[in-house]
């Protein structure tokens, strides 16, 4: 069995950012920050709708880098002057929930497109060119990582249905 932590531990990520985001609360909150915010939200129920397999890990480090992704995305949203683009954030999130159900429901791999829209959601709300850079680093990390593992370890099961058989294509 793979080494690290169960992936379905990304929810602590999203937990993280919330509680990030009640700490910065002093703040002003921006329109990016409101999205955020909702970002955020939907991100933790999704996490707690769908698990992964007992064998989908990651490694500690890529846990730590998430642990330390929303909070930085988080504080650094007060302070975005610029107007969100409300219909590609709209679009990027629905889109991801969508992919997300095929990923985890329906357990078809939709080939990185959860990742497509994750940059394309945190584009529409900040574009400075240090955030694009951010989000597309950790979101290539990520790829490269779920890259090297086999076809086998990429199947998901869904929720509730532990005993669920991996469908191979």
Not at 26 to 55: D, N, W
Not at 87 to 100: E, G, I, P, R
Not at 135 to 164: E, G, H, V, W, Y
Request: with cysteine; glycine share 2%.
């Amino acid at each position: 069995m793979k080494r690290g932590v169960h992936k379905d531990f990304f929810i602590l990520f999203y937990l993280n950012g919330l509680l990030w985001m009640a700490l910065c609360a002093k703040f002003s909150p921006t329109r990016c920050t409101a999205l955020l915010c909702v970002h955020l939200l939907r991100r933790f129920f999704e996490s707690g709708v769908y698990c992964y397999k007992i064998f989908s890990k990651m490694s500690a480090l890529q846990f730590i880098c998430g642990l330390i992704y929303y909070p930085v995305l988080v504080y650094h949203s007060f302070f975005v002057e610029e107007p969100p683009i409300y219909s590609m954030f709209l679009l990027s999130s629905a889109a991801q929930a969508v992919s997300h159900y095929f990923l985890f429901h329906k357990r078809e791999f939709t080939y990185y497109t959860h990742y497509f829209t994750e940059i394309l959601i945190h584009y529409s709300m900040n574009r400075e060119a240090l955030n694009c850079l951010w989000i597309a680093s950790f979101t290539l990390i990520n790829i490269f990582n779920r890259s090297a593992q086999t076809p086998k370890t990429r199947r998901i099961s869904k929720k509730c249905a532990p005993d669920a058989v991996p469908v191979d294509k």
